[in-house]
Nanobody, 125 residues
């Protein structure tokens, strides 16, 4: 599986951005999908994820970010609203083959075996 992110950039605090993650392959539906981010000098942090009809979020993004997917386009999206300066980071799309054990560990970056190249999001005050 190859993942390509797009949609990053610079935005003022309070603004919005939408990230996209286009995936190759014909088994889009059989993967767990996640968005992670890594700020300079910090560990990689879980942002949002989806499997089937379920979505789940990290504590710092719940209520502000929305993950969605378009199976017809093999694309996962991350709509980010009410952005804060603390949201500044490189954002990564990730995928892992679905299994019960992977789903149990769905918020851990170690679960995911496929990663995009990352896209920079910078939120200015």
């Amino acid at each position: 599986v190859q993942l390509v992110e797009s949609g990053g950039g610079a935005v003022q605090a309070g603004g919005s951005l939408r990230l996209s993650c286009a995936a190759s392959g014909r088994t889009f539906k059989t993967y767990l999908w996640g968005w992670f981010r890594q700020a300079s000098g910090k560990e990689r942090e879980f942002v949002a994820g989806t499997w089937g009809g379920n979505t789940y979020y990290g504590d710092s993004t719940k209520g502000r970010f929305t993950i969605s997917r378009d199976n017809s386009k093999n694309t996962v999206y991350l709509q980010m609203s009410s952005l804060e300066t603390e949201d500044t980071a490189v954002y990564y799309c990730a995928a892992a083959l679905y299994s019960a054990s992977n789903y149990y560990r769905r918020t851990s970056y170690e679960t995911y075996e496929y990663w995009g190249q990352g896209t920079q999001v910078t939120v200015a005050s």
